[in-house]
């Protein structure tokens, strides 16, 4: 009614208010289409919390923040607190050699410098596997696998056998368990590894195998029902590989897939390596041709001839991803790479 008998401009300035919000109409907010996508996203990856969720819709190309993300699933009810379920893998009581903790506050700044190594099982209807898994710690990379009917050294050196097929690591560090201090194992590393374990009880000191593990069973081994042990080795294997390699996205990594992030790590070592000419990028050199010039792959005791320009048989191919590069260079310097928990 006061609009009627005065100026808008008098109101407003007696109200302390700007006209503008006289006008104001809000609009409604539509949620509709991101909910779609988020269910989309969940159907996915059905283990994602809310800030994956919010990742992977950033991936696709949509502007979201992590509160909106949050709240939408609160609404749909995809946030949920899973309880602890833990069966006793780990036998420490043994006559073998035990070796101290190497990696307790190490600060961790390349592929292949620390190996972490656990054990999980997984429950089929008629008998019980178990699953032994090698992570290289830097890319997050799983190195290793192996699933067995049993607890004994085969299940392990099986795993290790397949990493090493990959790399060498600097350091191998695990829990005390019998399935790493027995000889065979010990005997399969590389003279050059140097040999880390937790302390027995204190599961925190091997924080990053515990929580690939628990990646693993959340993410595929409780989502499935294996015919046997057949059908078992072959979709955790395809899980393993395919999935969590090359597909699923690590806040730790920027939120890259370790195969990106490695990519872009060796993409970044070899132009470092081109601009302080340790890799001839093209033409002669003082010492002779491009052709001529060995260069050390990035990892210990490790040695590839490179032509000119090429990238070394073991690093993946580089991808054009401007965020992998940022992530790789800032990653050294980030607390995430400290190994503890």
């Given at each position: ?190 003279e050059s590894t140097q ?40 979709r955790i294997g395809a ?103």
């Amino acid at each position: 009614m006061m609009r009627a008998s005065y100026p808008l401009a008098l109101l407003c300035e007696t109200l302390g208010c700007n006209r503008s919000s006289f006008y104001y109409e809000p609009k409604p907010c539509d949620d509709a289409a991101l909910k779609d996508a988020i269910q989309q996203v969940r159907a996915d990856w059905p283990a994602y919390g809310y800030r994956r969720v919010c990742a992977e819709l950033q991936r696709k190309g949509l502007v979201v923040n992590r509160k909106r993300v949050l709240r939408l699933m609160r609404q749909m009810g995809l946030i949920q607190v899973r309880p602890a379920r833990k069966v006793h893998t780990t036998d420490s009581e043994h006559p073998f050699p035990r070796y101290p903790n190497l990696v307790q506050g190490l600060q961790i700044c390349r592929p292949d410098h620390v190996w972490v190594a656990d054990i999980t099982y997984v429950r089929l209807a008629t008998e019980d596997l178990y699953l032994a898994v090698i992570m290289d710690v830097y890319t997050r990379s799983l190195r290793g696998w192996n699933l067995w009917r049993g607890l004994d050294a085969s299940l392990t050196v099986g795993a290790l056998r397949m990493a090493l097929r990959e790399g060498v690591p600097e350091i191998h560090h695990s829990d005390q368990g019998v399935q790493y201090a027995c000889a065979d194992y010990v005997e399969a590393l590389p003279e050059s590894t140097q040999i880390s374990m937790a302390a027995v009880g204190e599961a925190w000191q091997n924080g990053y195998a515990e929580r690939v593990i628990r990646t693993i069973k959340e993410e595929c081994i409780e989502l499935e029902d294996y015919r046997d042990y057949a059908d078992a080795r072959r979709r955790i294997g395809a899980f393993l590989q395919d999935v969590y390699n090359r597909k699923r996205i690590h806040s730790a990594l920027g939120y890259l897939t370790p195969a990106e992030f490695e990519a872009a790590y060796c993409q970044s070592a070899l132009t470092a390596a081109a601009d302080a000419a340790i890799i001839p990028v093209a033409g002669e050199t003082e010492a002779g041709s491009a052709e001529e010039q060995p260069a050390r792959d990035s990892r210990p005791g490790k040695r590839r001839d490179v032509a000119a320009g090429a990238v070394p048989r073991d690093c993946p191919r580089p991808l054009d991803l401007a965020d992998a590069l940022h992530a790789s260079e800032n990653l050294p310097s980030n607390n995430s790479t400290r190994f503890s928990v």
